[in-house]
């Protein structure tokens, strides 16, 4: 990145080049370049020695450090009300704002919706508190019965301005999925609440409902959801539309295009998972396909594997703010203010 471009959340800081070009006043101490002679004149960059090399490493990491720490503020500092546009003379006082921004996760079972609650959570733990456990107990095999209760987690840990709910698995039969979604978009969700789906018999439910009796005795409020992220198996995925199978492409597709699923005009923003065990090819044409699957642009699509480095930081700040933003954009206004307009 050259020309002295300032860094934001979403730029990724690369090593400064060796031409003309201006370089950040970071770097400006740690560029040393030796003289050519007119018969050596090329047009490659001269070769730093190792010290300046790691020098160059070392102002890079300053920066990413920097853009990440400005880019968790941004969210640390939010509150319901703080990003809305102002659109049409409004201000914030004019929206029936909530208590607490609710993103709902969304998606197949194996998805990993558990685990990005994790990986989230990841983000903040490493400046408040690095060895916290995971806060959620991940499925690891096809026996599990996965997320059965919804479950509220504050983001970061205790806040009061955002929250995600991690919810029950999508049934690989689109149609059976209907009521349940259907039910938190036009509802609200619930800490606690018990997620069936229309093929639940009743002596399913009467085995489930022993593993709620923690959640009995709560009196949670509903929180009315303000966006969806909807979360993808990047291996799963990469494996339905190379194979003649397409079950998990139509699951996607179909629950995807359910209309309560948006926000207003705004589709669900879209997560792939796992794409730490995929290549990079793989992972890029994972998410040319969703895109085209889908219906949206690549932008709405988020790579966020399981991994655990600055790249990936940054990616589930970036997803973090684009959610925000856009529940921010279909908060619904005040009665009284159409009234007096």
């Known amino acids: 990145m050259g020309g002295g471009v300032a860094l934001t959340p979403t730029s990724t800081p690369s090593s400064p080049s060796c031409s003309s070009e201006v370089l950040p006043p970071e770097f400006a101490d740690y ?9 050596d004149e090329t047009d490659e960059c001269s070769v730093c020695d190792d010290a ?17 720490r400005e880019a968790k503020e941004l969210i ?7 990003w809305i546009e102002g659109a049409g003379g409004t201000k914030a006082g004019d929206y029936i704002l909530p ?28 400046d408040d508190d690095p060895f916290a456990p995971d806060r959620v107990q991940v499925s690891r095999n096809s026996k599990s019965k996965g997320t059965i209760f919804l479950r509220e987690y504050p983001v970061p840990r205790n806040s009061n301005a955002i ?13 059976k999925n209907f009521n349940m979604v ?23 439910i009467s085995d489930m409902k022993p593993l709620g009796r ?8 509903t929180r009315k959801v303000n966006f969806v992220i909807f979360v993808v198996d990047g291996i799963s995925f990469l494996e339905s539309i190379d194979s003649e199978r397409k079950e998990y492409t139509e699951v996607l597709h179909e629950t995807f295009m359910y209309p309560f699923l948006s ?30 699957l889908l219906g949206i642009p690549l932008q709405q699509i988020f790579d966020i594997p399981g991994s655990d480095d600055y790249q990936t930081d940054l990616a589930v700040l970036d997803m973090l703010r684009y959610c925000i933003q856009h529940a921010e954009q279909n908060f619904p206004v005040k009665v009284n203010y159409l009234i007096q307009v």
């Open 31 to 39: 560029v040393a370049v030796s003289p050519v002679s007119d018969e």
């Open 52 to 68: 300046e090399v790691e020098a160059l490493h070392y102002a890079s990491r300053r920066l990413q450090d920097r853009s990440l």
């Open 76 to 82: 640390r500092r939010y509150k319901p009300g703080d």
């Open 99 to 126: 208590e607490i921004t609710t993103l709902l996760l969304v998606g197949p079972k194996g998805a990993g919706k558990s685990t990005l609650v994790n990986r989230i959570t990841r983000v903040f733990d490493k």
């Open 163 to 175: 929250c995600i709910y991690d919810t029950r698995s999508l049934s690989s039969n689109p149609e």
């Open 182 to 204: 259907h039910q938190w978009m036009t509802k609200g969700v619930s800490h606690g609440e018990m997620a069936t789906l229309d093929t639940d018999d009743g002596i399913r």
């Open 214 to 221: 923690k959640y009995s005795f709560l009196r949670c409020k």
């Open 263 to 292: 926000i207003g005009d705004d589709k669900p923003v879209v997560v792939v998972t796992h794409g730490d065990r995929l290549e990079i090819q793989q992972r890029a044409h994972v998410q040319n396909e969703l895109a085209e």
